[in-house]
């Protein structure tokens, strides 16, 4: 992840879908446009919809990392909407 300046990081394993998006797109309507949001997120379900759903509302993802614990990170940049 040091490739990208991260701005603002949301923690989203202590919630269920379809909380997960909720709350990665709260944290992403907060932040200006080109800055980077890093989001953990659980395996399965926040994996499968949560990427997916950012980059319909029309962002930037520049990567999605297994953490290797059951976890991943999905960093985005948030575009003019």
Do not use: W
Not at 10 to 28: G, Y
């Amino acid at each position: 992840m040091g490739e990208y300046l991260i701005d603002e990081t949301v923690d989203i394993t202590d919630v269920v879908c379809p909380v997960t998006f909720v709350k990665a797109k709260v944290a992403l309507e907060e932040l200006e446009e080109g800055q980077i949001l890093s989001i953990r997120m659980n395996d399965g379900e926040p994996v499968q919809n949560v990427p997916r759903s950012v980059k319909e509302e029309g962002h930037q993802i520049l990567k999605l990392t297994d953490n290797g614990d059951g976890t991943y990170n999905l960093i985005v940049r948030k575009t003019a909407g």
